[in-house]
């Protein structure tokens, strides 16, 4: 179910369907509505948790403590995150050893020591259980990817939504992913598209030498162009146009669609990621809609998936955008 707008005109359903705005709903996904009236889908997240930790330490804490507790926790390659509460302190040790006996592909437990935070929204840690290492290797769709948790931001949560864009990219296709961190986006598309060529740019000189890593260890997927630097400064410099434009920063992209518009092909799409609440959706397509007014490109049509369940009621958000 889409947002359309005026002008959308007779664009050929092969191209809506190229931009996410023709797809069927299937098994992975749930066709939803919010209070806006604006329709949506929501993708069912990867069960990024690996047991409810409730269950794995029944036996060794009291109701009360139980309680206390998050039911789950991220597994990024072979490292447990989880938060404890502090409360808790006392029993980390004893949490990391119950995660560590209870799943063997596990080797490094560490805990939440901050919010995600920083330029480059990375995430601070503390080792409480296992080896005393902070890098690991994910392995998802296929695609290897290693990384520091503590000094890259990557959502292990967010696997599905990086296969669902390489499943829209067509053949010959010029694709630029904004913010590609240690590029899951650029490996996906690269592997589950006949993309052309793939231009990925990030800021973050540590994440961008992991993704220099892994493209070394896909080392069949030959059409990736990575980039460090930073997106404001860059696009302005760019002759290119792209198909298709990929915007994976949901805090703050919203500050360079000024710059990222005029390098979408007439035709072309738009990936917008922003963070909302879960009746304010529309608000994200209307932050496109103006942008696009200004730099007078048309907004042709529009489509909402949520695809990541930030804290109550806020969700991280993708605008397939058509561009005129």
């Known amino acids: 179910m889409k947002v359309m707008y005026p002008g959308f005109g007779g664009v050929l359903p092969n191209v809506l369907a190229g931009c996410g705005l023709l797809c069927q709903h299937s098994s992975e996904s749930l066709s939803s509505r919010n209070s806006t009236g604006l329709s949506y889908k929501s993708q069912k997240m990867v069960q990024a948790m690996d047991m409810n930790l409730r269950e794995i330490l029944g036996y060794l804490l009291s109701e009360g403590e139980l309680q206390l507790l998050v039911r789950g926790y991220d597994v990024v390659g072979d490292i447990a995150i989880i938060i404890i509460p502090q409360e808790l302190e006392v029993k980390e040790q004893v949490i990391a050893a119950a995660i560590l006996a209870n799943n063997k592909k596990i080797k490094v437990v560490a805990k939440r020591a901050a919010h995600y935070g920083g330029e480059f929204r990375t995430l601070p840690i503390k080792i409480i259980g296992g080896e005393d290492r902070r890098e690991t290797e994910v392995r998802e769709f296929g695609i290897r990817l290693r990384l520091n948790v503590e000094k890259v931001y990557f959502s292990v949560r967010s696997g599905n939504e990086r296969r669902r864009i390489a499943s829209l990219v067509q053949p010959e296709e010029n694709v630029l992913v904004l913010f590609s961190g240690i590029a899951p986006y650029p490996l996906m598309i690269s592997r589950y598209s006949m993309a052309k060529r793939i231009v ?7 994440a961008h030498d992991y993704a220099l890593i892994n493209l070394g ?6 059409n990736i ?5 930073d997106v404001g400064d860059l696009l302005p410099r760019f002759r290119t146009e792209f198909d298709r434009i990929l915007m994976v920063l949901p805090k703050s992209a919203g500050d360079f669609l000024e710059a990222a518009l005029p390098l979408v092909k007439p035709g072309g799409c738009l990936h917008f990621y922003d963070m909302q609440n879960s009746d304010s959706f529309g608000e994200a397509v209307a932050k496109v809609r103006s942008v696009c007014e200004s730099v007078k490109r048309p907004l042709l049509a529009a489509d909402i998936t949520a695809c990541g369940h930030c804290a109550p009621r806020t969700y991280r958000i993708c605008v397939d955008c058509l561009v005129g």
């Not at 990925?200 to 540590?206: L, Q, S």
């Not at 260890?217 to 030959?222: E, G, M, P, Q, S």
């Open 200 to 206: 990925g740019i990030e800021k973050n000189p540590v």
């Open 225 to 229: 162009v990575l980039i460090q630097g």
């Open 217 to 222: 260890l896909n080392k069949k997927l030959k």
